[in-house]
């Protein structure tokens, strides 16, 4: 198992910017991949934005030009800048890994983090 350490969440005016951070740690694994999730009250989880083993990205469109994923390899650590946050961007953000025991493996794993707060008043 992988474990998630998040931070970075907040209160911010709309129109300000958060910058959220993941770090993975465990034994020993490979990662495919790391990625952001959020889940507003009511709501299904849904993606925010996501970055692949070989740096290419996918965002939600409601986030495309205001968020910027970014992933460094080293600290197995995924970070997720976000700025002009609008107040429909309150939502509990989740860190999300794909990953590996090996990098030959082929079954994949998925660990989440426990969750980190955004709240963006108007």
């Known amino acids: 198992q992988v474990q998630l350490k998040e931070s970075g969440g907040g209160l911010v005016q709309a129109g300000g910017s958060l910058r959220l951070s993941c770090a993975a740690s465990g034994s020993t694994f490979s990662i495919n991949g790391m990625g952001w999730y959020r889940q507003a009250p009511g709501k299904q989880r849904e993606l925010v934005a996501v970055?692949?083993?070989?740096?290419?990205?996918n965002y939600a469109d409601s986030v495309k030009g205001r968020f910027t994923i970014s992933r460094d390899s080293a600290k197995n650590t995924v970070y997720l800048q976000m700025n002009s946050l609008k107040p429909e961007d309150t939502a509990v953000y989740f860190c999300?890994?794909?990953?590996?025991?090996?990098?030959?493996?082929?079954?994949?794993?998925?660990?989440w983090g426990q969750g980190t707060q955004v709240t963006v008043s108007s």
């Open positions: 970055i692949g083993s070989g740096e290419s990205t």
């Open positions: 999300n890994v794909k990953w590996k025991r090996t990098t030959w493996a082929t079954l994949v794993y998925s660990d």
